[in-house]
């Protein structure tokens, strides 16, 4: 079955500081990767996803993932973090094995300090 | 646009009883998918559905039901509800099924807790 592991429960960045919220995936075939964030209380926001083409994909709010095959990671950046990034941040992949689902990793909380 | 919504925000129900949640989609979409949320386990699939149809359906027991109408707006059902049915209940809407890979989008979810 595809999945995806986010190695870290927790992130802590000062506000400036760039950031990186890790991600590998498991699949077999094309993956299908999904970013997305939810702040208390709310449901997840689509920050980015990769189908194909360039490994550097751009998405909300200042966002980028990297997209890299051979370590088979797709890992979510963000050049100068704010604190009003601070919240819970979700790797998915679409798993075509069972039927398109979206399966979320376990989701890594993003803490950033002034 | 107008986004997901999901009513109620909030539902306290008792063992035994059963609940029923609704999503209505963000306008044209068609697919809607539910999802559970907890602490322990995260994000758990529950079930898609496609133009009135079940297309998926995660690993969760028969006592968890959904449908979906012609307008799209979908309903879960949960009968005879357990301890560890409390969680957050988020629906999510896409405009095509699964394999057109479009993102979905979630409403702030139901809160259901059992008492």
């Known amino acids: 079955a595809q999945s995806v592991a986010q190695p870290e429960d927790q992130v802590n960045v000062a506000e400036g500081n760039p950031l990186t919220v890790k991600c590998t995936y498991s699949?077999?075939?094309?993956?299908?990767l999904f970013w997305y964030v939810q702040y208390p209380n709310r449901g997840l926001q689509f920050l980015l996803k990769?189908?194909?083409?360039?490994?550097l994909v751009k998405g909300s709010y200042g966002f980028e993932a990297e997209f890299n095959k051979s370590q088979t990671s797709f890992h979510l950046k963000k050049p100068s973090a704010l604190v009003s990034d601070s919240a819970l941040y979700f790797c998915?992949?679409?798993?075509?094995?069972?039927?398109?689902?979206?399966?979320f990793g376990q989701g890594t909380e993003l803490s950033v300090k002034p | 646009k107008a986004g997901v919504t999901q009513t109620p925000r909030y539902l306290i129900k008792t063992r035994g009883q059963q609940v029923t949640l609704s999503c209505s989609p963000i306008?044209?979409?068609?697919?809607v998918s539910w999802y559970q949320q907890t602490p322990g386990q995260g994000l758990q699939f529950l079930f898609e559905?496609?133009?009135?149809?079940?297309?998926n359906k995660g690993n969760f027991p028969g006592r968890f039901s959904g449908r979906q109408f012609s307008n799209s707006r979908s309903e879960m059902n949960v009968s005879t509800l357990e301890l560890g049915d409390s969680a957050l209940y988020l629906c999510?809407?896409?405009?095509?099924?699964?394999?057109?890979?479009?993102?979905?989008?979630f409403g702030n979810g139901t809160r259901l807790t059992v008492t």
């Open positions: 559905y496609f133009s009135e149809t079940q297309r």
């Open positions: 990769y189908i194909t083409g360039d490994n």
């Open positions: 306008s044209g979409h068609r697919s």
């Open positions: 998915a992949v679409r798993d075509y094995n069972q039927g398109g689902k979206l399966i």
């Open positions: 699949v077999s075939g094309n993956p299908y």
């Open positions: 999510a809407s896409s405009f095509g099924d699964s394999s057109y890979n479009s993102p979905l989008h």
